[in-house]
């Protein structure tokens, strides 16, 4: 039994299938983690909602910031940007139950000796208080009035966290954290306008995980969402979004040994 962490899909089905089949993933036997963002952008959201799904217990998903603008897209919140490719779920005659599934998935992961987000963690956050704030979202996501939270979701403030935080500022600070985090200050201000490479950054901002005294820092963290990063490894991060959607590659990072594999994207069918 192998475990694979995969990064950022975006509705390239026809290239996770391609990089499962070089990897040999066989569901009786292995386990996926999901680094967040399945959905938008690429045009097969659909069919990876749907195998995804089918997959159960033997993937593990946490969430991203397009998963959630799916959500926010379908409660009818904020209309599509352009560049969304989400039509497909929307008009699906399962659609329902796909949102109901996705919406219960994780926003952090832990086991062993990794630990899996979107996209970052701030400094002061350990393990166990990351995992502890991030089910506060969860449960959030799960409530019947579920459509509340995603109605207050959005938004760049407050920019860092604290821990008298209450309701959605409280939920939103973390949701942003673990879904649109890149770059913050050593005591936490995040900063959400640099998408590109970590270069000529904003005075006083570096990548999360270089943030000096970083409690999660023991502990390695499997992370999407920095395309502009691309693939990278330190001694406790591994950044798995090696930019399919944008015609670049999947990545598959298998936990037992820290190997990596690699498809090259390619055209997708419609």
């Known amino acids: 039994m192998a475990t694979y962490a995969i990064g950022d899909i975006q509705g390239c089905y026809s290239a996770l299938r391609r990089l499962l089949d070089k990897i040999d993933f066989e569901p009786a036997r292995d386990r996926l ?15 990876v909602l749907r195998f995804v ?3 159960g217990s033997r993937a593990t998903t946490v ?5 959630l603008h799916l959500l926010v897209v ?14 497909a779920i929307l008009r ?18 832990a086991a062993g000796r990794y630990a899996m987000v979107h996209a970052g963690l701030l400094p002061q956050w350990s393990i166990p208080k990351a995992l502890s704030l991030a089910r506060e979202v969860e449960n959030a996501l799960r409530r019947a009035n579920y459509a509340d939270f995603l109605k207050n979701m959005y938004g ?29 200050t050593a005591d936490g201000r995040m900063e959400f306008t640099h998408k590109v490479a970590p270069v000529d950054m904003p005075r006083g901002f570096r990548p999360w995980f270089e943030a000096p005294n970083r409690r999660s820092r023991a502990t390695t963290i499997l992370f999407g969402h920095w395309a502009a990063l691309g693939l990278y490894r330190d001694r406790n991060v591994v950044c798995l979004d090696t930019g399919c959607v944008w015609g670049r590659k ?7 040994d820290a190997k990596l594999f690699e498809c090259d994207a390619a055209a997708q069918a419609g």
């Not at 969430?63 to 998963?67: A, K, P, S, Y």
């Open 33 to 47: 983690w999901l680094v967040g963002d399945l959905v938008n952008r690429g045009p097969q959201s659909l069919a």
């Open 53 to 55: 799904k089918d997959l």
């Open 63 to 67: 969430l991203g910031n397009h998963d």
């Open 74 to 87: 379908a409660a009818g919140h904020v209309k599509q940007h352009k560049g969304d490719t989400l039509n």
């Open 92 to 109: 699906a005659p399962d659609r329902d139950e796909l949102l109901d599934w996705l919406r219960n998935r994780k926003l952090m992961h």
């Open 156 to 184: 760049n403030q407050p920019d860092r966290w604290r821990d008298d935080l209450k309701d959605y500022d409280r939920l939103r600070v973390i949701t942003n954290a673990l879904t649109r985090l890149r770059l913050c």
């Open 250 to 256: 999947l990545t598959a990072f298998r936990l037992k």
